[in-house]
């Protein structure tokens, strides 16, 4: 199989996968793309949306998956010529994927841990012993009573405690835009501007 300039189908698959996942945007867009021109658009589609899982940290899946959904609004009336539009789509997942934190834990899971048996049979069996007992035993954590719920309140939980616990509770944790506001919060130096008491929402 070769594409429309000539280049072996699985090598171009190949190379667009792994521009991609060493943040190539431009070589990675260029060998999408010369999918798309040679007619293998649907398998395009299929790659990105495997690289998202396959490679990328976070929820970008959705992205991508949104991005397909836009292609094929375009292309649901077949045009005249019977040729494909919105290769804009697939450019933009090329860019998103190659600018994405990348992150292959999904792949090693799949491969090292499953299906290489990296636990032993009498780890697994203690393992499903140990959760069956523990479900019967399980109570709610004491994180869970913020000023949401009524023990949170009368313990004397609030809104400001609420967003600052969340924020320090949040596992491998990225920057975000309000890291600033929720350290100004913390030091005193804003508040929340409003009732610190959760809103309520009237029963109609």
Known sequence: MKTIRGYDFGEVVSAMQKAIRRGDA?????????????GYFKYVWKRL???SAEDCWGILTQEVAAL???FELVNAAKSKDGIAKGRIFIAKAVILLASAKK????DHLTNLVYDAQAMDAETLAAELVAARREAEDWEIPGY????HTAAGRRAGKTKADFFLDEYEALANRQAGLFDDDLRDLKTGQRNLGHSDRPRRTRKP
């Open 26 to 38: 431009r070589l990675g867009g260029y060998w999408a793309i010369e999918l798309f021109e040679s």
């Open 49 to 51: 949306l495997i690289i």
């Open 68 to 70: 397909h959904s836009a």
């Open 103 to 106: 992150s292959r834990d999904a």
């Open 144 to 147: 869970a009573f913020d000023c």
